[in-house]
């Protein structure tokens, strides 16, 4: 492919997702629409493809990856699931829950993809482009979020285009992404404790239901799974939280009855602003005020969510 038309743009038909395909199993890198936000894909068993991913995104290699499969049996080729985790998998798959799991020795696997953990986070996606891609290219797939380490995660292909640039090969065009944040992480610990790691559109409460107890709070600074990076999905410029009024060089972020100069949800809905957020974040990226101010949002259901993404975006 000539250098300078890259990123390659392809729709998501079967010749659009047939080529992505064929550059997933090449080693080539391609951003696939999930459900969530946009996801940048490579083959999971190549050492080669998933360095590729932590250059195109500049992302630190103690930071591991998201292997999105195709089914349960798929996934069991990677990790030894418990009864626990296939009450999970059946409740939640596929959707927006990853599980973080015992690593199968003989799992094929790139090292880089666990970053050296003993553990590998797997998700079976809902996204029916997402799919098509994992079943047409026959592999698992590690993807991160489709942005440089850090910024504003990419809900649409424009944002895709915007971060990457010609890091990427190839941008499945599926339109914009509906739950619009990152999925919820939950590790199975071996003594029968669980924790949410990175809240998600999956409530902590929902896991509880299913599981038949309530999480542990387990205090670690350890990385152990992707998200956990205290500063991330930052937006370039100062990020003030809780915020009814805005000051004279602030982009205002407005949620319910604050209005501000875009709005996650004029109605106070938690789930219209979890699936805005990120394309307002990207608006506010590139306003000419040089900070940033957002309104309160409520920490209840996904506004636990949506403020957890908010707290690292401002630190």
């Known amino acids: ?167 990427v090969e190839a941008i499945v065009d599926g339109g914009a992404c509906e739950a619009g944040l990152e999925s919820t992480i939950v590790v199975l610990r071996h003594d029968g404790r669980w924790q949410v790691l990175r809240p998600g559109p999956v409530s902590e409460a929902s896991v509880a239901a299913v599981l038949g107890r309530s999480s542990d709070v387990v205090t670690s600074s350890a990385i152990e799974a992707p998200g956990q990076l205290v500063s991330h999905y930052a937006p370039g410029k100062p990020l003030r939280l809780n915020a009814v009024t805005a000051e004279a060089d602030e982009f205002h972020i407005g949620f319910g009855p604050v209005v501000g100069d875009a709005t996650l949800s004029p109605s106070g809905n938690l789930e219209e602003a979890a699936s805005c957020l990120y394309a307002v974040l990207h608006r506010a990226a590139a306003a000419t005020q040089p900070r940033i101010a957002v309104a309160p949002i409520p920490e209840q259901g996904i506004g636990a969510a949506i403020n957890d993404r908010l707290r690292r975006a401002a630190a």
């Open 1 to 167: 492919m000539d250098h300078a038309s890259r990123p390659l743009v392809l729709t998501a038909d079967r010749k659009g997702i047939g080529e992505a395909a064929r550059i997933l199993r090449d080693g080539g890198l391609v951003a696939v629409p999930t459900e969530t936000v946009y996801g940048l894909a490579a083959r999971a068993d190549s050492d080669a493809a998933v360095a590729a991913i932590y250059r195109a995104k500049g992302r630190p290699s103690f930071n591991p990856l998201i292997v999105h499969v195709a089914d349960l049996a798929s996934a069991e080729a990677l990790a030894t699931f418990d009864e626990r985790a296939l009450k999970l998998a059946a409740a939640f798959w596929p959707g927006p829950l990853t599980i973080v799991l015992p690593l199968r020795v003989d799992a094929a696997i790139a090292p880089a993809v666990t970053a050296g953990l003993p553990t590998i986070a797997l998700r079976c996606p809902a996204h029916p482009v997402m799919r098509a891609v994992i079943a047409a290219a026959g592999l698992p797939l590690a993807a991160p979020s489709a942005n440089r380490s850090g910024a504003v995660s990419p809900t649409r292909a424009g944002h895709v285009a915007a971060s990457l640039g010609e890091g």
